[in-house]
């Protein structure tokens, strides 16, 4: 009888720690994507004054320029 318990709370923490693994292994992806759209920085062109991210930004003679081709020169 004591064997069957033992099955039994073993059987249920293993589900629950699978349970927990998997819950693990769905919230991880959807934080790293939501993170960098969140945590870009904005600048403004010096050329055109428009505002662009960061990554899409060029720097020219110590200015934050976009990526506009009338703006690379
Ligand atoms: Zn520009």
Known sequence: ????LILIV???ILFKLL???LNR???KP?????KPLA???MIQC???GCHVPISE???KNNQLICNNPECQN
């Open 46 to 48: 010096a050329k055109c």
């Open 25 to 27: 292994t769905d919230a």
């Open 19 to 21: 349970k927990r693994l």
């Open 30 to 34: 959807s934080a790293s994507q939501s």
């Open 57 to 59: 930004s060029n720097s």
């Open 1 to 4: 009888m004591t064997r069957i």
């Open 10 to 12: 073993l059987g249920f």
């Open 39 to 41: 945590e870009e920085k």
